[in-house]
């Protein structure tokens, strides 16, 4: 496919079909201990948190760049208004838990959106995955890496699997 | 255009100074709003001493050097004001906050009523007015949490009960103080005032928090560059309009739209920007200024002096004893038999020392005092060096106080790293001797 034909589609293409199954996300329960959320976190770039993985209930979102408040010692952190939540973060100050380090209420996307309004979302609030969400329920993912990977795929320029 | 020139030079001055006073004051491991407040003083005292024209750094406004320069700059820390207020709301956690629990809230309400009260109180017994008497009182209400946390953190007790109740009682504390202010600052008769707050709260903070999701959807629509931000911000300006019209305070305004905004994931997404613009430019402005208004001559007079240690008394004395009493009566949600025991006792002194350091909720209802006429013109430099005295104290004796009220814990902690090193050691010879024996 053409490039221009390629951006076309893939602008129009529903977050629905794009996106991984809830099985493969990266999950952790609100009461995880934060190694387990670093583990993950060597190989992916963010981790969900939920309520529990009966119900999947978003709680928050834990990003790669989070882990820089988590591992600075609380000497490092200026305690100013507006600034304290970050702030709660280390891991010396105190935070043992997934819920004590996540942000709450991550961005959402519906899954009959495009990926051209993900794409407009990501940049409006500079975030490079957004929750897909149902009825509270966290039901899917859109990253930056999964746009990559499906452009590559409708371009068919990637490896094996896209030229299936 | 030479005024427009100065004014730029001090803007550009005021930041640069403020930056490095919070960097050194930092390095000392107190908050670095000191620092900001240091570089105004002398910034606004080579002025007050002749020693630079206030055409040259119109930063210093009433005492006979308003012009038109100094009312742009006092305007622009009034928009710090109004930014601090915003980004503290949108920082916060309101469904944190609902749970909160009956210590917290006990404590909360006594550690700002016995401060006000005591306030209230002993400036009227010294002859101020008892409106300028209530607003002296409000300056004492609301705590600023940061150094009780970082003491805390350091010392491994902010995720103790005593630790997660100071957090949420003094956010709350925060809410009242600024709250407070209102009825400081607000004219017309109690009715009337009561019935514009309830008005208020309808239109802000019930009508407004179903309303928002929908702005901020609209806003997103637009596709234009900082749409949303630019939306957001034009929105709690349009709050702080009425809330100035109404009360003659701003920051209520900005509180509530940046507690509304708080609740949605769009809103906190906001933070990164708002906090740029605030801590980038506007708000350590703010702080410059406010250190630039007090005048040192003002100490001549014995009464600032006065006004200093009554203010610096009741400011640690009322909160020990309003916020440790609070908590104290509660006994911990643990019952009656532990109401007269040695350990609440101590937690709940504990809690009252945490509560002792008052920063920029402090500085910011001074402000608004002063600017919305609670305090008189006149009576404004006292109050500025008492201020700025009770928040030099208060931010220097916690520290060590709360090292001493835990002292316990500290201890105690320690023997069980002790302890735990001692078993580490054992299990180690065990099992050097296990090898040795199967060898």
Known sequence: ?164 | MEAVTWLLFTIGIALILAKIGDAIIERFEFPGVLGELIMGMVLGNLVYFGLVSPHYLPIVSGQGFTTTATEISEFLAKLGIIFLLFLGALDTDIEKLKKTGLTATVSTVLGVFVPLVLGWFVLMKMGYPSREAFAGGVLLTATSIGLTVRVMMDLGVLKSEVGAASLSASVMDDFLGIALVIFAVGSGSLIELSAKIVLFFIITGVIWWYLVDYYIKFAEKLHVEKGVLGMALGMMFLFAALAEGWFAAAIEGAFMMGLVLSKLPEGKRLMDDVRAIGYGLLIPFFFVHTGAMLNLTVFKNANALVLAAVLTTIAVVGKVLGRGFGAWITAWGRGRDFLFTKENFWMSLQMGIGSIPRTEVALVDLMVAIHGGAIPPEDAPEFIAATLIFITVSVLITPPLLKWAFRREIEEARATKVARKVERIQETKEKIKELKGSQ
Do not use: C
């Open chain 1, 1 to 164: 496919m053409e490039l221009e034909n390629a951006l076309e589609t893939f602008h129009s293409m529903k977050v629905r079909s794009i996106m991984p199954r809830p099985e493969t996300l990266p999950v952790v329960e609100r009461d995880a201990e934060i190694i387990n959320v670093l583990k993950l976190l060597r190989t992916r770039h963010h981790v969900w948190v939920v309520e529990n993985r009966e119900t999947m209930r978003l709680f928050g979102v834990i990003r790669y760049l989070d882990v820089i408040d988590v591992l600075l010692p609380p000497k490092s952190y200026k305690f100013k208004l507006g600034t304290t939540s970050r702030t709660m973060k280390s891991l010396l100050g105190g935070a043992t838990r997934a819920e004590d380090v996540a942000e709450k209420n991550p961005l959402t996307i519906e899954q009959d959106a495009t990926v051209l309004d993900a794409l407009m979302k990501m940049r409006k609030y500079r975030v490079q995955v957004l929750a897909v969400v149902e009825d509270g329920r966290l039901v899917g993912e859109v990253s930056l890496r999964i746009l990559i990977d499906e452009l590559l795929r409708l371009l068919r320029v990637g490896g094996a699997q896209w030229k299936q």
